[in-house]
C-alpha cells in the first residue's frame, strides 16, 4: 500500500480509458481493486496530466496560478478537492458498468461538483457542431481541472455511449467498451488479461499435480 506522498509507478497501459473521463478515474488504482495505487501524489502530477490529457493549454496554466496565488490556496487543497471527484466518479460510473444504479451519496457529490461547473461555464456554439458547455478560465480559477472534468462527466452521462462503460474484471479501470462484439473484459490484454490468463494456466499445471 502506498502512503502519503509516495507515488505508483505509470502503468504501460495508462490511458485506455477511452474517455478523459475513465482516464482522469483511472490515475488511481493498481494491480487489483484496491483504490491505493496514486498517480496524481502532487499538484504538479496533476497539471501534467490535464495537459497531456487536453485539458489544459499553457494560459489555462497561467490563469490557474494566478487564481491561486491571488486567493492564497495552498495546493494540497486543490488536489484533495480534484481527487474526492475522482473517487465520487469511480463510483457512479462502476456502478453503470455494472449495471445498477450509483449510490446515492457519490451521486450527489458528482452532482454538486457538476452543478458548480456550470456556475463557470457559458455554452459555446460552433457551426453545426454538438452546442457544448465551456468552462471560463478566469471564473473557475484553481477549480479549472475539476470544472473541465466535471462537464466532461455530465456530457458522458448524457450519451448513449454511456452504456459501454466497463469496469476491468481484474483492477478497478474503467473503459469504453468499443468492441464489435461489446465482450472485452480487461483494462488492457497486454496486463491485467495476460495475468490472469497466466494465473489460470498456472492453477491448472498445479491442479493436475
Avoid at 495508462?14 to 483511472?26: K, M, P, Q, S
Avoid at 494540497?76 to 463510483?91: N, T
Avoid at 476491468?168 to 468499443?178: I, P, R, V, Y
Amino acid at each position: 500500500m502506498l502512503t502519503e506522498g509516495m507515488k505508483a509507478d505509470v502503468r504501460a497501459d495508462a490511458g485506455v480509458g477511452g474517455h478523459v473521463v475513465l482516464d482522469f478515474v483511472n490515475t488511481c488504482g493498481g494491480a487489483g481493486k484496491e483504490r491505493d495505487s496514486e498517480q496524481l501524489v502532487d499538484w504538479r502530477d496533476a497539471l501534467g496530466w490535464a495537459g497531456a490529457n487536453g485539458l489544459l493549454g499553457a494560459s489555462d496554466r497561467r490563469h490557474i496560478e494566478k487564481a491561486r496565488l491571488h486567493a492564497g490556496h495552498g495546493t494540497s487543497d486543490i488536489l484533495s478537492d480534484l481527487r474526492a471527484m475522482r473517487e465520487a466518479m469511480h463510483a457512479v460510473f462502476s456502478a453503470i458498468a455494472g449495471g445498477a444504479p450509483p449510490s446515492e451519496a457519490p451521486l450527489r457529490r458528482l452532482e454538486g461538483h457538476i452543478l458548480k461547473a456550470m456556475r463557470h461555464a457559458h455554452l459555446h456554439v460552433d457551426g453545426q457542431a454538438p452546442v457544448r458547455w465551456t468552462v471560463r478560465p478566469e471564473k473557475a480559477g484553481t477549480a479549472l481541472i475539476r470544472d473541465r472534468l466535471a462537464i466532461a462527466a455530465s456530457e458522458l452521462l448524457a450519451q448513449p455511449m454511456l452504456s459501454n462503460v466497463r469496469e476491468c474484471g481484474a483492477c478497478s479501470w474503467l473503459f469504453l467498451d468499443q468492441s464489435r462484439s461489446k465482450s472485452r473484459r480487461w483494462c488492457s490484454m497486454a496486463t491485467c488479461g495476460n495475468r490472469v490468463k497466466a494465473q489460470r494456466h498456472y492453477h491448472a499445471v498445479r491442479s493436475t499435480d
